[in-house]
């Protein structure tokens, strides 16, 4: 459990729901606009991530 606080301290997680990405972005209701958007911009940035590691 102390882990997982010290990773949520480190990538400045200030609550949930939130997603990161590939260690880089975090995706919450409030950088989404929505928590029915988070889904979409979650999408968009693993399709990016997946588009940087194939180059």
């Known amino acids: 459990m102390n882990e997982a606080h010290n990773r949520m301290r480190e990538m400045k997680l200030m609550g949930v729901p939130a997603l990161v990405i590939d ?20 999408d968009s940035l693993i399709e990016q991530v997946r588009a940087e590691r194939a180059e």
Not at 23 to 42: C, D, F, H, Q, T
Request: without cysteine; positive net charge.
């Open 23 to 42: 260690g880089r972005y975090v995706v919450s209701p409030s950088s989404a606009g929505s928590l029915e958007n988070m889904p979409k911009i979650a």
